[in-house]
């Protein structure tokens, strides 16, 4: 029953840095997405891939890169990580685009 | 603009009382409206969606929610809390697909003993 999983749990990184979010699903869904919680914002869509080999951008991309690796997994990159990259991120999946939305646990980032 | 207004930050509640979370939108077209709840340190989880038809929609867990268009409103509510329910909510709104969700800001609900 894993659903979907996210690592790192929590990070720590210097401003300038690079790092990669991985997040895999095992639900078998068509749509991956990435979300930033930001403290009294609510989510915020960074970018989503409708299907394996698609990818697009959402509300908040500048400064994040995806990848669609294959149908399980969805990566998170920050080329160039800045302060204002603090944030809680989550990688959700659902069958199709309307279907209902499975969230990981989340990845604490700081940049310092 | 579309937007979605949860107006109370936090909100406490006494063990078996009753609960009711607001939700208010502003949104071009029919609305499709969810509540998702969020445990500490957890992913959020559905609680219940509406459609269309029957404009109170029972979820899981005991929630219920009431979709009034004439209010632009999507309040949450249980008759009687646990100490479980201490989590933060929070209700979205969208069109045709999860890429065009409107999520509000949540709030986060405290169970007094």
């Known amino acids: 029953n894993a659903g979907v999983t996210q690592t790192p749990k929590f990070q720590v990184l210097k401003t300038g840095q690079s790092m990669t979010l991985q997040c895999a699903q095992d639900?078998?869904?068509?749509?991956m997405y990435w979300y930033r919680q930001d403290p009294g914002m609510g989510l915020r869509l960074i970018y989503y891939?409708?299907?394996?080999?698609?990818?697009d951008k959402g509300e908040v991309p500048n400064g994040y890169n995806v990848s669609r690796l294959n149908k399980r997994e969805f990566s998170l990159r920050l080329e160039s990580a800045a302060p204002s990259q603090t944030s809680v991120y989550f990688c959700?999946?659902?069958?199709?685009?309307?279907?209902?939305?499975?969230f990981g646990e989340g990845s604490w980032l700081t940049v310092v | 603009a579309q937007s979605v207004t949860q107006p109370d930050i936090h909100i406490t509640v006494s063990e078996g009382a009753s609960l009711e979370l607001r939700c208010n939108y502003s949104?071009?077209?029919?609305?499709?409206l969810f509540w998702y709840v969020q445990s500490p340190g957890q992913g959020l989880q559905l609680l219940l969606k509406?459609?269309?038809?029957d404009t109170l929609v029972q979820g899981i867990k005991g929630f219920e929610a009431e979709f009034k268009r004439s209010q632009s409103s999507f309040n949450l509510r249980k008759p009687s809390v646990h100490w479980s329910d201490a989590a933060e909510y929070f209700c979205?709104?969208?069109?045709?697909?999860?890429?065009?969700?409107?999520w509000g800001a949540g709030t986060k609900l405290i169970i007094k003993p």
């Open positions: 959700a999946s659902s069958g199709t685009g309307r279907d209902t939305i499975y």
């Open positions: 639900m078998n869904h068509n749509s």
């Open positions: 891939s409708a299907s394996e080999g698609t990818t």
């Open positions: 949104y071009g077209a029919t609305p499709y």
């Open positions: 509406y459609f269309s038809g």
């Open positions: 979205a709104v969208g069109g045709y697909s999860n890429y065009q969700l409107i």
